[in-house]
């Protein structure tokens, strides 16, 4: 009844820039805090950023100053806007929402994202 969706991965060179989104929808499409989170090859799955309703943000130090994260809550999306992309930044982006009908969260498939020349 509720599922989220992201978008806007791919390819990419370093110094690049992706926007990534992740859109709610179905019966529960409000979140208190919505995260990305990242998990490269053999590496164990991160916080990469999380907002909450109010757009009170975190970020991880690998991120500060390159990524920033968004909500739309009319649109019922959370971006996160990638720029200065490192190789170090490959991984599979997934995003996760959090109320209190979901309090261990819902999470979407992911999306991949690859930086290399």
């Known amino acids: 009844q509720v599922q989220l969706v992201e978008s806007g991965g791919g390819l990419v060179q370093p110094g690049g820039s992706l926007r990534l989104s992740c859109v709610a929808s179905?019966?529960?499409?409000?979140?208190?805090?919505v995260g990305w989170y990242r998990q490269g090859p053999g590496e164990e799955r991160e916080l990469v950023a999380n907002i909450g309703y109010s757009g009170r943000t975190n970020y991880a130090d690998s991120a500060k100053g390159r990524f920033t994260i968004s909500r739309d809550n009319a649109k019922n999306t959370v971006y996160l806007q990638m720029n200065s992309l490192k190789p170090e930044d490959t991984a599979v982006y997934y995003c996760?929402?959090?109320?209190?009908?979901?309090?261990?969260?819902?999470w979407g498939q992911g999306t991949q994202v690859t930086v290399s020349s």
């Open positions: 179905g019966r529960i499409v409000s979140f208190y805090i």
């Open positions: 996760k929402g959090v109320n209190s009908y979901f309090r261990d969260g819902v």
